[in-house]
C-alpha cells in the first residue's frame, strides 16, 4: 500500500497506533495493578507483620507468623482436611465424569437429556443446594437414613459427626463437580477420530476394554490432565459448604484452608497472620499449575 | 442402531439410575417445600405432601428475609460485573491482539500471573483498603474487585485473533477509528466468545460466598448466597419446609436460565472450562 519512500509517514502512524493501544489498554492495566498485583504483593508483606485490624500499627515480625502456623494444631488439622477432602472429591468425580460421558457419548437418543440431568448441579446455586444436602443427611429426619434404615442399616449422623463430616461433604462436593467435568470430557471424547477405533479393531482389539486402553484413554490425555488439575484446585479452594453447613466443626474435624484463612482474617481480624496462611494457599496453587504444565509439556503429546 | 439390544438396556438403567440419584436433591427440595412441619418429622421418604403447606412455607421464607432484594441485589451486582469486565477486557485484548503495542508480551505475562491469583488470595488487602476507604457495605465493595477480568482479557485475546486482519484493514480504509472498529467490527465478530463469558462471570458471581461474606454485614446489600445464609441464621430450628421453599426461590432464577439456554450454558462452561 505504502511506497518505499514514504517511510516517514509509517514510522508515524506506527507511533499513533502504539498510542492508541496503551490507550485502549489502559484502564485493564490499572485495573490490574490496582486489583491483583498490588493486593497480592501486599499480602506477602503483611505476612511478615503482626497487623491486626482495629490496632493502629504493626511492626515486622519476620517469619514468626510461618513459626506459628507451624504449631498451630488447627492449621494442620485444616491442611490434612483439606487434603482427605481433596484426595476423595477428585478421582470420584473424574472416574464417575468420564464414565458417565462414555455411556452418554455411546447413546444415540436421550443424549441431551442426560446431559441436562447431570449438568444440573453446576448450575445450582451452591449455598443453597448444600442446605438441601443438609436436609437429606439429617440424622432423623433425612431421607439418606429413612432409605438405610428401611435396609435395616442403621446412619451415621453424616455432617454432625467428626468421623463422617469430611465424607458427608466430599459426596456434596463430587455431586457439584461430576457434571462439569463431563462436559469437558464429552468435548474429549467428541474430538476423537472415528477411524482410529475401526484401526484398532482391525489390530485385534476386540473387547470394548481394548479400544478404550488403546484409543480412549490416551487421546483424552490432555483432557484428564486439565480437568485434573481443575478438580485439585477447585477442591483445594472448598468453603461454601463447609461454612454453610458445619463452621469448621464438629470439633475441627471439617476445617478447611480457606474457612481457617477467613475464621483468622475475617473473624479473629488477625491480618497478619491470616496472610501468611494465605501465601501457603497461594503458593500450593502455584505449585500445581506449575506440575500441571510440567506433566503436559513431557507426557500429552501425540499430535 | 436404535434397537434395545441387551447393552442399550444396561447403558440405559445405568444413567437413568444415576441421573435419578443426582437429581434427588432436587425432587426432596420440592417436596419437602410444600410440607407441614409436623408431616416432615414423621415421613421423610414419601415425596407427595399429604396436606399441601406450600403457601404457609413460601409465606415464611418470604417475610423473614427480602428475597426480591436478594434477587435484586444478585443481578444487580452480576450485571454491573459483567459489563465493566467486558468493558475493560475488550479494548485491552484488541491492542494485544490487533495492534502494535509494545507491551503486549508484558502483558500477557501479567495475566497469566493474574490466572493464578483467585479473590481468596487478594481479600485481606483488599477488605483493609476498603474499610480504610469506609466503602463497605457497597455495591461498589461488591463489583470493584472483579472490575478486571484477566480470564477474560485471555478468552477474548484468543478469540481476536482469528479475526482476519483484512476485516480490520478494511475498516481503517474506510476512515473508522480505532474505537470505532472494536465497538463495529470486533465485537459483532465476537458474540461466541461474549456469550459464552457472559455466562461464566453470571454463574461466577451469583453463586459467589466468599467476598459478600467479607464485605457485607448490612441486609440491603446481601447477594442470594448470603441472605440464604441470613435466613438460615434466622431460622435457628429445624423448620426445614421454610427452608426448603426459600432455597427453592433462590435456586430456581439460575436453573431456569439454564433450563432455557441450556447448550449456551454447556458450550460457555467448556469454553470457559479453563478457569478454576
Known sequence: MASIATDLPIALADRREARIAWLLAAPAILLLFLFILLPTLAVLVLGFTDFELGFGGFRFVGFENYAELIGDRTFRRSLSNTAVYTAIVTPVSIVLALAIAMLIEAETRAKAFFRTVYFLPVASLVVAMATVWQFLFHPTIGPINALLAEFGIAGPNWLGASGTVLYGLAIIGIWQSVGFNMVLFLAGLTAIPRDLYAAAEVDGAKSWFERFRLVTWPMLGPTTLFVTTISIINSVKVFETVKTLTEGGPNKASEVLLFTIYQEGFVYLRVGYASAMTVVFLAILVILVFLQYRVLDRKVHYA | ?276
Request: charge should be positive.
Open chain 2, 1 to 276: 442402531m436404535t434397537s434395545l439390544s441387551l447393552g442399550r438396556v444396561l447403558r440405559l438403567s445405568v444413567l437413568s439410575l444415576g441421573a435419578l440419584i443426582f437429581i434427588a436433591p432436587y425432587i426432596f427440595m420440592i417436596s419437602t417445600a410444600g410440607k407441614a412441619q409436623s408431616e416432615i418429622f414423621t415421613s421423610s421418604l414419601s415425596l407427595i405432601p399429604e396436606q399441601w403447606s406450600y403457601i404457609e412455607n413460601f409465606t415464611k421464607a418470604l417475610s423473614r428475609v427480602s428475597m426480591t432484594t436478594l434477587l435484586l441485589n444478585g443481578v444487580i451486582v452480576c450485571a454491573l460485573i459483567f459489563v465493566v469486565q467486558v468493558v475493560v477486557a475488550i479494548p485491552c485484548a484488541y491492542a494485544m491482539a490487533k495492534l502494535k503495542f509494545r507491551a503486549a508480551r508484558f502483558m500477557m505475562v501479567l495475566v497469566m500471573l493474574g490466572l493464578l491469583v483467585p479473590i481468596h488470595a487478594t481479600a485481606l488487602p483488599l477488605y483493609v483498603a476498603f474499610d480504610r476507604l469506609s466503602v463497605l457495605n457497597s455495591y461498589t465493595a461488591l463489583v470493584a474487585p472483579f472490575s478486571i477480568s484477566v480470564f477474560a482479557i485471555f478468552l477474548f485475546l484468543q478469540f481476536f485473533r482469528a479475526i482476519p486482519d483484512d476485516l480490520i484493514h478494511a475498516a481503517r480504509l474506510d476512515g473508522m477509528s480505532e474505537a470505532g472498529i472494536v465497538a463495529r467490527v470486533v465485537v459483532p465478530n465476537a458474540w461466541p466468545a461474549i456469550t459464552a463469558f457472559a455466562i461464566f462471570s453470571a454463574v461466577a458471581h451469583w453463586n459467589d460466598l466468599f467476598w459478600p461474606l467479607v464485605v457485607v454485614t448490612n441486609q440491603d446489600f446481601a447477594t442470594p448466597p448470603l441472605g440464604l445464609l441470613y435466613f438460615r441464621a434466622a431460622e435457628a430450628g429445624d423448620d426445614y419446609g421454610a427452608l426448603m421453599a426459600a432455597t427453592l426461590i433462590i435456586t430456581l432464577p439460575l436453573v431456569a436460565a439454564f433450563l432455557i439456554a441450556q447448550k449456551r450454558f454447556v458450550e460457555g462452561i467448556t469454553m470457559t472450562g479453563l478457569k478454576g
